[in-house]
């Protein structure tokens, strides 16, 4: 049988995929994706509480599905606005690469 | 009321002239009303009365304990008294002032404001947030109207005691933090009442004494923490030269004499021997760098950090005798010291140079200003006959008795026999001095140069007046501060 | 006459979707008539604030009161968040002229209603998270208060600098939300709840393995490291900072900031009894005062320095936090808020004649006697010179400390005030030593000038009477 | 669910989601994330959550994806010349994020449930949309309606950041 930690591991490993693509990679598209991989492992872990911790009433933990739903939520229109901001780089710089926007220094 | 009077008429002054009130003539009313009024409180104080007279109390924060609490014992009060003379010597010295004259004038005040507000408040949050309200108007005053390499000097001087503060602060809290729960308290008088039951620890009082001690040694040049002072007040307009380092420099003996000894006493036996050694480092070692000096106000500058040395013997001692010539002595160095500062921000004026390689001579053309320097010089060194002397010889009696043993030397002993090769040494580097700027051959193109205007016969006469008059009697001074310091030894169970 | 606590966000809202629709059904007014209707009604609604009924102490089950609580220090910080956004709003007015010419449009105030708009939604937000007590409010309000600053922060586009620190935000932003997120789950995956009150209950158990709890902790941590600028999170600080529109910046450094410490007085209580938790917060103080302050001495632009003044700030509130001393944190707030608000106005209506740079401000005391003074007041608080309300917040805070035997916290904290010192004064410098080649005078709207002297007016005061703030809290 | 089916998932949803951070060419990592996201949305139906598992579809390969190629296509982002790879950095990225993994490990391990197999369900009858759909109507009412503002706010941002500028 699949167990619980198992999924935890699915999950943690797609976490983690999603945090080394925003360190390693430069192109912000990109790292906008492997930002939406780690919401999307927390969404995982998520569901896999509710379904293994059951409520008192024997159902799926419910109120971690209703979270997920604002997380997705959240992150929908948290791409909307995102991209918005990419194309406005876009326009001014002709560019999406995080090493072209450097011209404010230490 | 009348302390608040005090306290707020100069900073109520600075506002009003910033508001855009006419800039000289606002200071120099504001600093005689206060004059005014602290020798009111002075003649009506009862020198035999054991602690504090004109009490006022606001209450500012419950949860704090925390109250605004003016209030005047012997020793704040001759502080105040200080500080009132020599604020009115040093705005009736500062002479026209060619950019921000009103920034100016509203500076000194503020600086006299708050030294005042420190020597008045009974509360410990207050007495060290006083001070410090003085920062930021010295930073102003050395770096825009400052000469020679004011920028450093104004950097080097804020950061300097803004560290020292802010360790004072930590001290000043711990302090509060030691006593128990029930009596914690701000206030001076209850931390005195605490401090007499034993309330405060042992071994807290070491680590808070010390604490203290590095703070309050920062803001007074205590030796190795002193690099900050010459340099400030050789950049320094003179007048701001005069008020602090006649008056705020003191802030910092002030608060060991009111803060760290009565209430630390145990703490402040733990570190004697240190305080010793740094001492004779002022006293020797400043001594000895003050005699190399080539220009008059790095020589000024240094000598004031030297004769700090004598304060602190006197604050060591631990005896009675030595404390009220340590008071006497802040008071007499204020004075003649302002009065230094005074005379050789004139002569910069006139010549345009302090250098003493290129002074000389000028005794001929300035007989007034010579005569000032000359008996200002005289204190200094502590000629008998001088306010300056009788506390050097009480101070220095003081630290010879302590512990004292018939057949062997002690520490103190050996350290009053070093600190009185101090005196040669200041009379060696102002007798220099004097020679090299009022005798001799004059450089021909200073036949121009006039002697000080009439006008200032009236600050230096005020200042001349004091140190003669306590000089010659100087009990009038001992009489009203003793009472404050027996208090401590018999405040010791 | 009294309302429920609840109702304020309802109005807040109200003025907001208020001033959308003027702004976009009526295209011919005066669009800047927007920013004072919406500064009456907030300063309304703050008004209102002082007539709220009392609301349910204990904490419900399920339901509305199980999200959101209207103790003191809710309540508290809703007044904060409706001062900082009116503040922010009058220093947006000044700031029109600016955002004009990066925004063309089709007629000349194109965009700005959306411009006053958006802090009032920000507000909302801004309250509702001081007084979530479960994290999916924690999550939604944050997440609120984050999307709109998305949008304020590259607001004025057509400014490439702009633009770069908007991306900085988002990427971050979202990276912190990830985080925020991850650590949820776990929190919730430990202990089957979401309310911080259940939440505290079920880990008192000892029972529980707390390990995987602390590790969520930690994650939460990190989020709001990145919110409240924490080393070693602040990476994104000084670059938006400097690229953001002025009077977004003094909002996303106090509200942002102060919304942050909130959620972290709250969050942490569950935790607090976990020593390895104190520590790591200590070492995070320690790193925040000495990166923000040792970074900031080199800096040559104000709102550059303003930004690594506001990490180092939040070395000084995270020693208060590591203290366990919520008063002396709210006071600290207050006085943050102050002194960095009133510089921002300042900066605002300086840039707008010259620049931004510390340079810029040469002979800023002959230009304009006025905003030198103001500019002064609120650097010696900022630096903690005694009488300003910056003093009276380190000192509760250093108190606080050494009540705690927080000995090292303390050392630190005391030699980056010196740090401090320097680098305020430059700018002091600048203003009274420096000389200028220009000698027009800055104008200043009368609005401004009313603010600006309030503000100053209100530091000194609370830097001698502090009992106001004290008591709201009691 | 079978475990063979959960490890199918699973590897198709970490394959490609490591494809979107490897691949080179933006086009072809959105088409892995929309792969991705199917497995996961199989996931969650294996965990019993339809609702939230065609959610899930509908909103990520539905809305988001295509919102991800919409904007590729129109910034015509081509494959990106190879950079210089900063190596240092690589490397402490790299280790960073096997950190962190390691921890997520050890945290697993420790967490006592981790070992426990599925729970049978009280009642073999899912009615998942309705639980879900009445806990946001009641019980979290309020976050629903914060959520309804933070959208509004995200569409005036995108209208005014997207707003076409006369030139």
């Given at each position: 049988m699949v167990t619980l930690g198992q999924y935890l591991i699915v999950s943690g490993l797609l976490f983690t995929i999603g945090f080394a693509g925003v360190l390693l990679r430069r192109n912000i598209i990109i790292i906008f994706m492997s930002l939406e991989l780690m919401l999307n492992a927390a969404n995982l872990s998520l569901v896999a509480f509710s379904r293994f911790r059951l409520g008192v009433d024997g159902m799926p933990n419910y109120n971690a599905q209703v979270f997920v739903f604002f997380i997705i939520t959240v992150a929908a229109a948290e791409v909307a606005v995102g991209l918005a901001i990419i194309v406005a780089l876009y326009r001014a710089r002709q560019t999406t690469h995080v090493e072209d926007i450097n011209s404010l220094k230490f | 009321m009348i302390l608040p009077f005090i306290v707020f008429c100069p900073i109520v002054a600075a506002l009003a002239i910033l508001c855009g009130a006419p800039a000289r003539r606002t200071a120099l009313w504001a600093a005689g009303f206060t004059l005014a009024a602290t020798l009111l409180v002075y003649?009506?104080?009862?020198?035999?009365?054991?602690?504090?007279?004109?009490?006022?109390s606001y209450p500012i924060s419950d949860a704090w304990r925390l109250n605004f609490t003016l209030g005047v014992d012997g020793l704040s009060l001759i502080m105040l008294l200080l500080t009132a003379i020599v604020t009115f010597a040093a705005i009736w010295f500062t002479g026209p002032i060619a950019t921000h004259e009103h920034a100016f004038h509203a500076c000194l005040l503020l600086i006299a404001g708050g030294a005042l507000g420190a020597f008045a408040s009974l509360d410990l949050f207050f007495f060290y947030a006083f001070h410090e309200l003085a920062l930021i108007p010295t930073f102003l005053l050395i770096g825009i109207w400052g000469t020679g390499n004011r920028h450093a000097a104004a950097w080097k001087i804020t950061i300097y005691l803004a560290t020292g503060s802010f360790i004072l602060l930590l001290g000043l809290i711990m302090l509060y933090r030691s006593v128990p729960d029930g009596a914690r308290s701000f206030d001076i008088r209850a931390l005195q009442k605490a401090a007499a039951l034993g309330m405060i620890p042992t071994d807290a009082q070491g680590t808070i004494f010390l604490v203290l001690l590095i703070g309050f040694g920062i803001l007074v040049s205590l030796f190795p923490f002193h690099t900050w002072a010459p340099e400030a007040y050789a950049s320094a307009p003179a007048p701001a030269a005069m008020l602090h380092a006649g008056v705020l420099k003191k802030f910092g003996l002030y608060g060991l004499l009111r803060v760290a000894i009565p209430l630390l006493p145990q703490g402040a036996q733990q570190w004697t021997t240190l305080l010793l050694v740094l001492l004779l480092g002022n006293i020797i070692y400043i001594g000895l760098v003050t005699i190399a000096q080539k220009r008059l106000d790095w020589m000024l500058g240094y000598s004031s950090v030297m004769h700090m040395g004598y304060i602190f013997l006197g604050i060591a001692s631990g005896t009675l005798l030595g404390m009220n010539g340590a008071a006497v002595l802040i008071f007499a160095h204020g004075i003649s010291i302002a009065l230094l500062f005074g005379i050789a921000g004139e002569i910069r004026q006139r010549?345009?140079?302090?250098?003493?390689?290129?002074?000389?001579?000028?005794?001929?053309?300035?007989?007034?200003?010579?005569?000032?320097?000359?008996?200002?010089?005289?204190?200094?060194?502590?000629?008998?006959?001088?306010?300056?002397?009788?506390?050097?010889?009480?101070?220095?009696?003081?630290?010879?008795?302590?512990?004292?043993?018939?057949?062997?030397?002690?520490?103190?002993?050996?350290?009053?026999?070093?600190?009185?090769?101090?005196?040669?040494?200041?009379?060696?580097?102002?007798?220099?001095?004097?020679?090299?700027?009022?005798?001799?051959?004059?450089?021909?193109?200073?036949?121009?140069?006039?002697?000080?205007?009439?006008?200032?016969?009236?600050?230096?006469?005020?200042?001349?007046?004091?140190?003669?008059?306590?000089?010659?009697?100087?009990?009038?001074?001992?009489?009203?501060?003793?009472?404050?310091?027996?208090?401590?030894?018999?405040?010791?169970? | 006459m009294t309302i429920g606590a609840p109702i304020l966000e309802v109005e807040v809202l109200v003025i907001g979707l208020f001033v959308l629709m003027v702004e976009a059904f009526f295209e011919r007014i005066d669009k800047r008539t927007l920013a004072f209707a919406a500064i009456f009604g907030l300063a309304a609604v703050l008004a209102a604030s002082f007539f709220l009924a009392p609301a349910p102490t204990d904490v419900a089950t399920t339901g509305f009161w199980s999200f959101y609580t209207a103790d003191l220090l809710a309540i508290f910080f809703k007044r904060f968040a409706l001062v900082t956004t009116i503040l922010v709003l009058v220093m947006m007015v000044d700031y029109a002229p600016v955002v004009r010419q990066s925004v063309h449009g089709t007629t000349h105030q194109s965009g700005l209603g959306e411009f006053f708009a958006l802090p009032i939604f920000t507000c909302v937000g801004l309250m509702w998270m001081a007084s979530a007590i479960d994290f999916v409010m924690i999550f939604v309000s944050l997440e609120l208060v984050t999307m709109s600053f998305y949008v304020l922060v590259s607001f004025t586009r057509r400014n490439p600098a702009t633009l770069e620190a908007g991306v900085k935000y988002l990427i971050l932003s979202a990276l912190s939300t990830g985080f925020l997120v991850y650590g949820i789950t776990w929190i919730f995956g430990v202990t089957g709840e979401t309310n911080l009150a259940r939440v505290t209950a079920v880990l008192a158990d000892p029972a529980l393995e707390s390990g995987p709890?602390?590790?969520?902790?930690?994650?939460?941590?990190?989020?709001?490291?990145?919110?409240?600028?924490?080393?070693?999170?602040?990476?994104?600080?000084?670059?938006?900072?400097?690229?953001?529109?002025t009077p977004v910046t003094a909002f996303l450094s106090v509200g942002s900031k102060a919304?942050?410490?909130?959620?972290?007085?709250?969050?942490?209580?569950?935790?607090f009894m976990m020593p390895q938790m104190v520590k790591a917060l200590t070492i995070i103080a320690l790193l925040t005062l000495l990166y923000g302050n040792l970074a900031a001495l080199p800096q040559t632009n104000l709102k550059r320095l303003l930004a690594y003044s506001s990490i180092a700030h939040a070395g000084y509130l995270l020693i208060g936090v590591v203290s366990f001393a919520g008063e002396a944190v709210a006071y600290y707030l207050v006085a943050y808020l102050l002194m960095t608000l009133l510089s921002f106005a300042v900066l605002v209506v300086v840039a707008n004649q010259t620049g931004d740079n510390i340079e810029d401000f040469s002979g800023l005391a002959k230009r304009s006697p006025f905003l030198a003074f103001a500019m002064l007041v609120a650097m010696a608080s900022l630096a903690g010179v005694p009488f300003t309300a910056g003093f009276l917040g380190k000192f509760y805070i250093f108190d606080a400390a050494l009540r705690q035997h927080q000995t090292t916290l303390v050392v630190?904290?005391?030699?980056?005030?010196?740090?401090?010192?320097?680098?305020?004064?430059?700018?002091?410098?600048?203003?009274?030593?420096?000389?200028?080649?220009?000698?027009?005078?800055?104008?200043?709207?009368?609005?401004?000038?009313?603010?600006?002297?309030?503000?100053?007016?209100?530091?000194?005061?609370l830097g001698v009477y502090p009992q106001p703030i004290l008591n709201a809290l009691k | 669910m079978s475990p063979i089916l959960f490890?199918?998932?699973?590897?198709?949803?970490?394959?490609?989601?490591?494809?979107?951070?490897?691949?080179?060419?933006?086009?072809?990592?959105?088409?892995?994330?929309?792969?991705?996201?199917?497995?996961?949305?199989?996931?969650?139906?294996?965990?019993?959550?339809?609702?939230?598992?065609?959610?899930?579809?509908?909103?990520?390969?539905?809305?988001?994806?295509?919102?991800?190629?919409?904007?590729?296509?129109?910034?015509?982002?081509?494959?990106?010349?190879?950079?210089?790879?900063?190596?240092?950095?690589?490397?402490?990225?790299?280790?960073?994020?096997?950190?962190?993994?390691?921890?997520?490990?050890?945290?697993?391990d420790q967490l006592g449930a981790a070992k426990q197999a599925f729970p049978s369900l009280r009642a073999a009858k899912m009615d998942d949309v309705h639980n879900v759909g009445l806990l946001l109507f009641t019980n979290y009412n309020l976050p629903f309606q914060i959520i309804g503002v933070l959208v509004l706010v995200a569409t005036i941002g995108v209208v005014v950041l997207s707003k076409r500028e006369l030139r």
């Open positions: - | 003649f009506e104080f009862d020198a035999g009365r054991r602690g504090f007279d004109f009490v006022v010549t345009g140079t302090l250098l003493l390689s290129d002074l000389g001579g000028l005794g001929k053309i300035m007989p007034r200003a010579g005569l000032a320097f000359g008996l200002a010089a005289f204190a200094s060194i502590g000629l008998p006959g001088f306010a300056n002397f009788a506390g050097e010889v009480m101070v220095l009696f003081g630290a010879f008795r302590n512990g004292a043993e018939p057949y062997r030397f002690h520490i103190f002993q050996i350290a009053t026999v070093l600190a009185l090769w101090g005196v040669v040494i200041s009379a060696v580097y102002m007798l220099r001095a004097y020679r090299k700027v009022f005798m001799g051959a004059m450089p021909e193109n200073w036949s121009g140069v006039t002697d000080l205007r009439r006008s200032l016969h009236v600050p230096i006469g005020l200042l001349v007046a004091v140190t003669l008059w306590f000089g010659f009697f100087p009990q009038s001074l001992v009489r009203i501060v003793s009472p404050t310091f027996k208090s401590y030894f018999t405040q010791k169970p | 709890a602390l590790f969520g902790m930690v994650l939460v941590l990190v989020a709001l490291g990145f919110k409240i600028a924490a080393v070693p999170f602040q990476m994104w600080v000084p670059d938006v900072y400097q690229g953001a529109p919304a942050g410490f909130v959620v972290l007085l709250r969050v942490l209580q569950p935790f630190v904290g005391v030699i980056t005030v010196a740090c401090g010192f320097y680098y305020y004064l430059k700018v002091v410098r600048a203003m009274y030593w420096d000389g200028s080649s220009i000698d027009a005078p800055v104008p200043v709207s009368r609005l401004s000038r009313v603010t600006m002297t309030a503000m100053m007016v209100a530091i000194v005061v | 490890w199918l998932f699973a590897f198709v949803m970490l394959v490609f989601g490591a494809a979107v951070v490897i691949n080179r060419n933006p086009i072809a990592s959105a088409l892995s994330l929309v792969v991705c996201f199917m497995g996961l949305s199989a996931l969650f139906i294996s965990l019993d959550a339809f609702f939230i598992g065609i959610i899930q579809v509908l909103v990520y390969a539905g809305a988001v994806m295509v919102l991800f190629l919409f904007i590729i296509m129109l910034l015509d982002l081509r494959v990106e010349e190879r950079r210089k790879i900063n190596l240092v950095a690589f490397v402490g990225g790299l280790a960073v994020a096997f950190a962190l993994f390691v921890q997520i490990c050890f945290v697993v």
